[in-house]
């Protein structure tokens, strides 16, 4: 069994439901200081996270990722205990196998093997380690990115290690995220008897022609690294449950994906027109879970693309698609941010699993690219 394998199995065996961490910290802070990494444990309200440092000069490479995983749903479903790690026909099984206890352990043992051929390497390696990523994501990243600049620290280049891959690992690399903006709108009538409507005031109906016209809009056509805009209704209620009630009220979530044609500002404005324009009474709250980052291709994506190359004989593509991600909170400090990981077709489903040849090709990767940024 490689290192890598057995790391990952230890961390999987290791239950870190969001914001837990589960001990999977100290287990991967204990192997990060046997090869002299400097930790810093940065606790914020129930989550658990950690800054990490070998060296003391730029350029600073630094490890993203998160110990925590999804829930995993009905037990019953699963064909084995979720935080009991199994192999089974060339494949590891347990919640956070993809997504992402392999990308961690693969990032600890390349910098084992990597400091230990280059124990005087250039630069600084770190590592960015959270137990709040599946969850708010208030406490976690986000609060050590804070500390971070307060201090006047940088980080140059950044490798999540989220399961960017889709069909075979290495084939996608993500070099930036689309925005996303939520809204919570309320839209307001007047409770009644349906045989009388002209004495009630249906929202539903009310909100009908502005959600026909927010979701045929193309609101753009994206850009040679962006998908287009997207709009998407995730909840709506309304009524009593009665088939006899005109109902008083509306509620509707929806969410915004959105690419760097667009500003935060400019989407609730043509929200709020469109809702004006159709006579909508309404109250709406907005939330902005990340703006859209793109790190331009350069240098670390360059290192990666080759290292990929190198290891997988696999030419990558370069992709912003997908949900959000950690790097989020990264991008803005200045840095280059890429993600790279395993397969991401099982991630948060009952049965996760992540190819076993894969922990271990992910780690050639991790250590190549170590090899290409900082080998001394």
């Not at 990558?316 to 280059?336: H, K, V």
Request: glycine content about 10%.
């Amino acid at each position: 069994m490689s290192a890598t394998l057995a790391l990952t199995k230890d961390l999987i065996a290791r239950p870190s439901v969001s914001p837990v961490d589960g001990g999977c910290q100290a287990l991967m802070i204990a192997r990060l200081e046997a090869i002299g990494f400097i930790v810093e444990r940065l606790p914020f309200g129930p989550v658990e996270n950690f800054w990490a440092t070998r060296g003391t000069s730029g350029p600073v490479f630094c490890f993203a990722g998160h110990t925590d995983v999804v829930p995993p749903g009905p037990l019953e479903e699963w064909r084995t205990d979720p935080f009991e790690p199994v192999v089974r026909d060339g494949m590891l099984y347990g919640r956070g196998a993809a997504d992402m206890k392999s990308g961690l352990a693969a990032m600890v043992t390349a910098c084992e093997e990597f400091v230990g051929a280059h124990p005087a390497h250039r630069g600084t390696i770190a590592f960015l380690i959270t137990s709040d990523e599946e969850g708010p994501s208030v406490d976690g990243t986000r609060r050590v990115v804070e500390v971070l600049k307060a201090r006047g620290e940088r980080i140059d280049w950044c490798l999540v290690g989220e399961p960017s891959s889709e069909n075979r690992i290495g084939d996608v690399v993500k070099i930036g995220r689309r925005g996303s903006l939520s809204g919570r709108l309320t839209v307001q009538g007047v409770q009644g008897h349906v045989a009388y409507p002209q004495l009630a005031d249906n929202p539903v109906h009310a909100f009908a022609p502005a959600l026909a016209e927010l979701v045929a809009r193309r609101w753009d056509e994206g850009n040679a690294h962006f998908q287009p805009t997207t709009f998407q209704v995730s909840n709506i209620s309304a009524g009593t449950g009665a088939p006899n009630v005109v109902p008083g009220e509306l509620k509707v979530r929806f969410n915004i994906r959105f690419s760097t044609e667009q500003t935060v500002q400019s989407l609730q404005r043509t929200v709020s027109e469109i809702l004006a324009r159709h006579g909508v009474k309404h109250s709406l709250d907005w939330f902005v879970s990340g703006l859209p980052f793109l790190t331009a291709p350069g240098v670390l994506s360059d290192a990666v693309s080759r290292a990929v190359r190198d290891e997988l004989a696999l030419s990558t593509r370069l992709s912003t698609g997908g949900g959000t991600s950690d790097g989020r909170f990264i991008a803005p400090m200045g840095a280059q941010v890429i993600e790279l990981g395993v397969v991401n077709s099982t991630i948060h489903k009952v049965d996760e699993c992540v190819s076993v040849a894969d922990i271990d090709r992910l780690h050639g990767l991790y250590r190549r690219t170590l090899e290409l940024l900082l080998g001394a």
